[in-house]
């Protein structure tokens, strides 16, 4: 069955860094969402991508992130200079209608970042 | 203010027993989702529920909305060690995003 995969499953970094998240979408799917979960806190949304072009950002995607979708395949997260406050689990999910009914999402099993 | 509330945080039973977890918000949804997640894992779609009183069912569990679209419930009925995970109500917008809320830990103690 597809699935959504993400690499590495865990990122240790220094503070200032810049780390890059990857995610490889399902292959038919056409929208593609970054997710962050801190530890012991809700989910929470921070971009939606489509046609190649940012759809969507929450007020938590500010100028230090940035996504990219580099060779057709790949979804990337990008965090600048990263913070203590950016550890968190990151997911990535894609989702293969737009329109009519919500969509069902499917997440990645996640990037754990931790940011020293 | 949290735009969609779960309730119980945590909650921990026998095996066997049942239990209702509840979503609930002040706003008024045109769709809402259930999504469980397992540790070390992304969260899986259980169920869209888009009608007003809308029931579903996935074997053992029952899944609610609200008359007023507001709220929703998740039964579990005899509940099973399998069932243990952290469930997510999560309401989409406009097939942009999802909004998750708080979510329910739950344990079934075999």
């Known amino acids: 069955e597809p699935e959504v995969t993400q690499t590495p499953s865990h990122q240790v970094t220094q503070m200032g860094q810049e780390v890059i998240l990857r995610c490889v979408p399902i292959?038919?799917?056409?929208?593609f969402y970054w997710y962050r979960q801190i530890l012991g806190q809700k989910v929470e949304f921070l971009v939606s991508?489509?046609?190649?072009?940012?759809?969507?950002k929450s007020e938590i995607f500010d100028d230090q992130f940035s996504v990219e979708r580099p060779d057709g395949s790949n979804f990337t997260l990008k965090i600048r200079s990263t913070k203590l406050e950016d550890s968190a689990m990151y997911f990535c999910a894609s989702s293969v209608l737009r329109g009519g009914p919500p969509p069902e999402q499917f997440f990645g099993p996640g990037t754990r970042l931790t940011v020293l | 203010t949290q735009l969609l509330e779960q309730s119980p945080q945590f909650l921990s039973i026998q095996e066997g027993e049942n239990l209702t977890v509840y979503c609930n918000s002040s706003?008024?949804?045109?769709?809402l989702q259930w999504y469980r997640q397992e540790p070390g894992e992304g969260p899986v779609l259980l169920v869209t529920?888009?009608?007003?009183?809308e029931v579903k069912k996935l074997k053992r569990l029952t899944f609610q909305f609200g008359d007023a679209r507001k709220d929703s419930s998740l039964h579990i009925t005899a509940a099973q060690p399998g069932d243990t995970g952290l469930y997510l109500c999560?309401?989409?917008?406009?097939?942009?995003?999802?909004?998750f809320g708080t979510g329910t830990r739950l344990t079934i103690i075999p």
């Open positions: 529920v888009v009608t007003g009183g």
């Open positions: 999560g309401v989409p917008f406009g097939n942009e995003k999802l909004t």
């Open positions: 991508f489509y046609n190649n072009e940012i759809s969507e």
């Open positions: 292959s038919n799917h056409l929208y």
């Open positions: 706003s008024v949804f045109s769709s």
